[in-house]
């Protein structure tokens, strides 16, 4: 519950902070065409050489990568398949993306980029792929540990011994 609540807190927050940068009006004296072709933003954006490119390149995955690790832990289920939380993620990602990108054809000086799409959804994906099988993993364990504390597990091969087997009172037929 405390992971749910602390997740949805930081996502709100994130998104907030995510919308104060997209959404803020330029004041610049002209703006470029919109990039409706993609991947044509990031050839460009290689030609401007290795460190500007990187740069351009890394703040378009960082932009929403949280989101990555913060939906599932706003959904806060351990047990979960992880390509339908893969799926699941990077398709919210890529819509919230696509809203910011729509968004921002309103505000003065903002153009749309469908290279921020693509680059948004691929660093929602990352962060999710990087992050949320090993916290799942540990939380897993750790909720195995908390319910389950007097029992030791020895570990042979492939085979978890869980201690000793139950034995049963022999209780005599009744006559």
Known sequence: MVVRVTGFALLVTHLLCVAWIGLRPRDVAWVTAPNTVPLAGLRADLALGTAEA???I???????????????????RLRV??????????AAGA?????LELLQTA????????????????????????????????LRRRDAARRDPGRSRVVIGNDTAQGRTPRIPRVPIAR
């Open 54 to 56: 990187a740069r351009l």
């Open 58 to 76: 890394g703040e378009g995955l960082l932009l929403l990568a949280p989101l990555g690790v913060l939906l599932p832990m706003c959904e806060g």
């Open 81 to 90: 398949s992880g390509w339908a939380s893969l799926i699941r993620t990077t």
């Open 95 to 99: 819509l919230v993306s696509l809203a």
């Open 107 to 138: 505000v003065p000086g903002q153009v749309v980029d469908v290279d921020s799409v693509l680059l948004n959804t691929l660093g929602v994906a990352l962060a999710h792929l990087l992050v949320v099988p090993a916290a799942r993993t540990r």
